[in-house]
T-cell receptor
Framework: GQNIDQPTEMTATEGAIVQINCTYQTSGFNGLFWYQQHAGEAPTFLSYNVLDGLEEKGRFSSFLSRSKGYSYLLLKELQMKDSASYLCAVMDSNYQLIWGAGTKLIIKP | GAVVSQHPSRVICKSGTSVKIECRSLDFQATTMFWYRQFPKQSLMLMATSNEGSKATYEQGVEKDKFLINHASLTLSTLTVTSAHPEDSSFYIC?????????????FGQGTRLTVV
């Protein structure tokens, strides 16, 4: 079966750095996405990785290792507005998105 | 990125009535649209995939007669929840994918909070 695993909840301090991990087992791979979702809102796109390595975009970076079926989202200089759920999703061989359950990130002052 | 508009953002309806949710791609042609349902504190659950001009493909366990999907044009898809029941109360989200963005990028609507009373 297809499976995406990520931690249910994480807590971090304002100004700090946090890494949210995602491991996956899917039938085929056409890229991995990270989305941010605030409560009651639709997800917003953060990053897309299809090749191994680190993609940096401002305070957010995303890493992928296809051989390990592993990705992480790194958030630096955390702000209170970063409190949200972070969803990892993998596009399988049929170009369908397989979604993780999301990681609720709580930022404390 | 491209813009996908979903309407209404919130709707309350009585049990037994039907509700239509619209999903429009405003500045691109959406060849494929996806409808998701999300329960509180849970991930997105794909309900169906629709391609313009053809019947939607429903995921296992999703009642096609209850959740009617129409994708009659390249800019509009609709989801109609028929004979709604309180257990249909949920957050429904559409996303659209189109030419010019490759096979990978999809853009989300704002979501619709449906409450059936």
């Amino acid at each position: 079966g297809q499976n995406i695993d990520q931690p249910t909840e994480m807590t971090a301090t304002e100004g700090a750095i946090v890494q949210i991990n995602c491991t996956y087992q899917t039938s085929g791979f056409n890229g991995l996405f990270w989305y941010q979702q605030h409560a009651g809102e639709a997800p917003t796109f953060l990053s897309y990785n299809v090749l191994d390595g680190l993609e940096e975009k401002g305070r957010f970076s995303s890493f992928l290792s296809r051989s390990k079926g592993y990705s992480y989202l790194l958030l630096k200089e955390l702000q209170m507005k970063d409190s949200a759920s972070y969803l990892c999703a993998v596009m399988d061989s049929n170009y369908q998105l397989i979604w993780g359950a999301g990681t609720k990130l709580i930022i404390k002052p | 990125g491209a813009v996908v508009s979903q309407h209404p953002s919130r709707v309350i309806c009585k049990s037994g009535t039907s509700v239509k949710i619209e999903c429009r791609s405003l500045d691109f042609q959406a060849t494929t649209m996806f409808w998701y349902r999300q329960f509180p504190k849970q991930s997105l659950m794909l309900m169906a995939t629709s391609n313009e001009g053809s019947k939607a493909t429903y995921e296992q366990g999703v009642e096609k007669d209850k959740f009617l999907i129409n994708h009659a044009s390249l800019t509009l898809s609709t989801l109609t929840v028929t004979s709604a029941h309180p257990e249909d109360s949920s957050f429904y989200i559409c996303s659209a994918r189109g030419d010019g963005f490759g096979d990978t990028e999809a853009f989300f609507g704002q979501g619709t909070r449906l409450t059936v009373v």
